[in-house]
T-cell receptor, first 107, second 114 residues
Framework: GQSLEQPSEVTAVEGAIVQINCTYQ??????LSWYQQHDGGAPTFLSY????GLEETGRFSSFLSRSDSYGYLLLQELQMKDSASYFC????????FGTGTRLQVFP | GAVVSQHPSWVICKSGTSVKIECRSL??????MFWYRQFPKQSLMLMAT?????????EQGVEKDKFLINHASLTLSTLTVTSAHPEDSSFYIC??????????FGPGTRLTVL
């Protein structure tokens, strides 16, 4: 089957750095995406890695290692508004979402 | 980015009734749209792939006769939950886009079945 595993919850304080890991087991994989979802809202796209390595987009960076079937999302200079759920998603002929990580940022 | 709308944003219905949810791509044409279901504090589970002009492709375990999908135009896909029951209460989200790395999500429809 296809699966993407993430830690269920992460907590941090404002200004800190947090890393959310994602390990996957999928077929037809050609990239890894990350989405943010606030309670009651729709997922919003954060980043996409088609190649191994680090992609940086402002405070957020995402990493992919195909050989390890592993990726992570790095959030820097955390703000209260970053409190949300974060999902990795495998890009195949469809998007397969990970189990999700709930991030709580405290003042 | 592109815009996807859903209607209604929320709906409450009685058990046994059918509910139709619309998903529209407002500024792009979508030959393929995806329908997801999300239970509270859980991930998005892909239900089906909606293909314009042809039958939808359902994921394993999703009843095609219960969740009817119609994709009659390049900008509209509909999901009808037939004979809804309380266990169908969930957040239903659609998405569309040129490829999976550029998917645009609708705002979601919260269905509550009494």
């Amino acid at each position: 089957g296809q699966s993407l595993e993430q830690p269920s919850e992460v907590t941090a304080v404002e200004g800190a750095i947090v890393q959310i890991n994602c390990t996957y087991q999928t077929s037809g994989f050609y990239g890894l995406s990350w989405y943010q979802q606030h309670d009651g809202g729709a997922p919003t796209f954060l980043s996409y890695n088609a190649l191994d390595g680090l992609e940086e987009t402002g405070r957020f960076s995402s990493f992919l290692s195909r050989s390890d079937s592993y990726g992570y999302l790095l959030l820097q200079e955390l703000q209260m508004k970053d409190s949300a759920s974060y999902f990795c998603a495998a890009n195949t002929d469809k998007l397969i979402f990970g189990t999700g990580t709930r991030l709580q940022v405290f003042p | 980015g592109a815009v996807v709308s859903q209607h209604p944003s929320w709906v409450i219905c009685k058990s046994g009734t059918s509910v139709k949810i619309e998903c529209r791509s407002l500024d792009f044409q979508a030959t393929t749209m995806f329908w997801y279901r999300q239970f509270p504090k859980q991930s998005l589970m892909l239900m089906a792939t909606s293909n314009e002009g042809s039958k939808a492709t359902y994921e394993q375990g999703v009843e095609k006769d219960k969740f009817l999908i119609n994709h009659a135009s390049l900008t509209l896909s509909t999901l009808t939950v037939t004979s809804a029951h309380p266990e169908d209460s969930s957040f239903y989200i659609c998405s569309g886009g040129g490829s999976t790395d550029t998917q645009y999500f609708g705002p979601g429809t919260r269905l509550t079945v009494l």
